[in-house]
DNA sequence: GCTGAATTGGATGCTTGTATCCAATTCATT
DNA sequence: AATGAATTGGATACAAGCATCCAATTCAGC
């Protein structure tokens, strides 16, 4: 249902959402998150052109969050790299019923619109704030 | 996020759905569901597999629903070409929190529970007794 | 300005999803 | 039993997802 991608730039993007005193480099997110160091960085690519994450080159460089942690919500990583697309129209192109949906692709799009706004409804700050047993970040116990 | 053989699947099982005098043809599906003949025999295949379809071979022959429309859900259907993954366990295989989900991980299996509950709560039935102006089934007016 | 650190981009390879075609098989009908 | 109708399975092809590697580029710090 959801791409190995988009697991593995969740997992970034919640790396990333833990402030260090320094950008984090690409191949300390990939040992945080056990993500491939090389496809990580194809990946963080993406992320970079969406917007969310902003990279500095050179030494002393890395990548950072792009925005506030709390202004990233987890719908924005998945639309990043997977978008999720909504049916607006019917994936026949039958001019019979224009605008409106079937009531198969109605309840296929309610599903999306579901999915949507449960993604939405939570920021990555949130992801880390979260009273839990669980470490907040996927992560081991100790940092 | 939805795979287009999903969405084949759907289309030629609401196809079958509608009671025909003889069973469908492969090719009769095809044409009412513009779907591309070869692959959707491929489809068929593995909708027979899963237990959903009947497929008889021969003159007269055809593909039936292997149970009333009243008793498949589109979640059958789905599930049958490209099941939905939940999330059981944490991805990256973290001993650290045993069965316990981390926050990020449990938002998103929440999202697909949701799915799983919308897809499961619609049959092929209702989807073709469902009031509407446009056509019950995904297709032109006339027969 | 040099050097080392870090991202960027291109090239490549493997696997899976999508799609097509055809020979083999099965079966109703004659 | 012979014929034609229909599915089945195998072989093939192409694009996309996943993954790796390396040269090129950029930049901080000396």
New interface residues.
């Given amino acids: 249902?959801?791409s190995q991608t988009v697991?593995y730039a969740?997992?970034a993007m919640?790396c990333l959402a833990v402030p260090p005193p320094r950008p984090w480099k690409t191949s300390d997110i990939a040992e945080k998150?056990?993500v491939p160091p090389a496809y990580l960085s194809k990946v963080l690519q993406e992320l970079v052109r969406a917007g969310l994450v902003h990279s500095q080159r050179g030494a002393g460089g890395g990548m950072t969050l792009a925005r506030a942690a709390a202004e990233i919500t987890?719908l924005d990583v998945v639309n990043a790299v997977e978008p999720?697309?909504r049916i607006t129209t019917?994936?026949?192109?039958?001019k019979?019923?224009g605008v409106?949906?079937?009531?198969?692709?109605r309840?296929?799009d309610?599903?999306?619109a579901?999915?949507e706004s449960?993604?939405r409804s939570?920021t990555l700050a949130?992801?880390?704030a979260?009273p839990?047993?669980?470490?907040?970040?996927?992560?081991?116990?100790d940092a």
Avoid at 100 to 105: A, D, I, N, S
Avoid at 132 to 140: A, G, I, K
């Fill in positions: 249902m959801f697991e969740l997992r919640v998150t056990k987890i999720i697309q019917c994936p026949l192109d039958l019979s019923h409106r949906l079937c009531p198969l692709h309840r296929m309610n599903a999306l579901h999915v449960a993604l939570s949130e992801l880390l979260e839990t047993m669980s470490t907040p970040l996927c992560e081991v116990d």
